[in-house]
């Protein structure tokens, strides 16, 4: 099992900053990446970028150049830069931890963290 514990977020104006936070605990050797999902209202959940135990990153087209995924120590914490934020990044942003096959496979999921957008 793996606990994930998310902090940040909040209401920023466009074109602001923040930054999201998840610390993950327990079986954190059976991490084999941890990412940020949001889902906004009425719509799918999304991937908006992970971070391989290796260091390798992706984003979602939509948050490239603007959003940063970086990390502490392997695999945890996991942190998410978000600059020059626009009001349809407004969602609630999910931490998530995925094992190792070998573990299962599964996939862990944080509280969920309210970011705003809004002038």
């Known amino acids: 099992q793996v606990q994930l514990v998310e902090s940040g977020g909040g209401l920023v104006q466009p074109g602001g900053s923040l930054r999201l936070s998840c610390a993950a605990s327990?079986?954190?050797?059976?991490?084999?990446?941890m990412g940020w999902y949001r889902q906004a209202p009425g719509k799918q959940r999304e991937l908006v970028a992970r971070?391989?135990?290796?260091?390798?990153?992706n984003y979602a087209d939509s948050v490239k150049g603007r959003f940063t995924i970086s990390r502490d120590n392997v695999p945890t914490p996991v942190y998410l830069q978000m600059n020059s934020l626009k009001p349809e990044d407004t969602a609630v942003y999910y931490c998530?931890?995925?094992?190792?096959?070998?573990?299962?496979?599964?996939?862990?999921w944080g509280q969920g963290t309210q970011v705003t957008v809004s002038s």
């Open positions: 998530n931890a995925r094992e190792y096959v070998d573990y299962g496979g599964d996939d862990y």
């Open positions: 971070i391989t135990r290796g260091g390798a990153t």
């Open positions: 327990g079986n954190i050797f059976s991490i084999s990446a």
